[in-house]
Nanobody, 114 residues
């Protein structure tokens, strides 16, 4: 059974940092493409960052230079390091695993506010 569990969300002031984690189980993590999405209420889902099995990364223009995606195969975990956070980064962040099919976590709320 595939499971993806996000953690690390919370409230942070503008300009601050947070690190999201997504712990995966139930599939071959090292062979999967892992993706962070975000979606605010009433808005379309936005792809934030991707890391492939070969460790290639890709980012949305809105987060380039501020967010970093990484993964640890030994821990079956993907991370999203977020710096220089802005109020517009406030939303729920979801972890997705692409392995044969797509699997989703339940999300982690990130709130950027003073």
């Amino acid at each position: 059974q595939v499971q993806l569990v996000e953690s690390g969300g919370g409230l942070v002031q503008p300009g601050g940092s947070l690190r999201l984690s997504c712990a995966a189980s139930g599939f071959t993590f090292s062979s999967a493409t892992m993706v962070w999405f975000r979606q605010a209420p009433g808005k379309e889902r936005e792809l934030v960052a991707t890391i492939t099995a070969g460790r290639s990364t890709n980012y949305a223009e809105s987060v380039k230079g501020r967010f970093t995606i990484s993964s640890n195969n030994a821990k079956n975990t993907v991370y999203l390091q977020m710096t220089s956070l802005r109020p517009e980064d406030t939303t729920v962040y979801y972890c997705q695993a692409s392995y044969v099919r797509n699997y989703w976590g339940r999300g982690a709320q990130v709130t950027v506010s003073s």
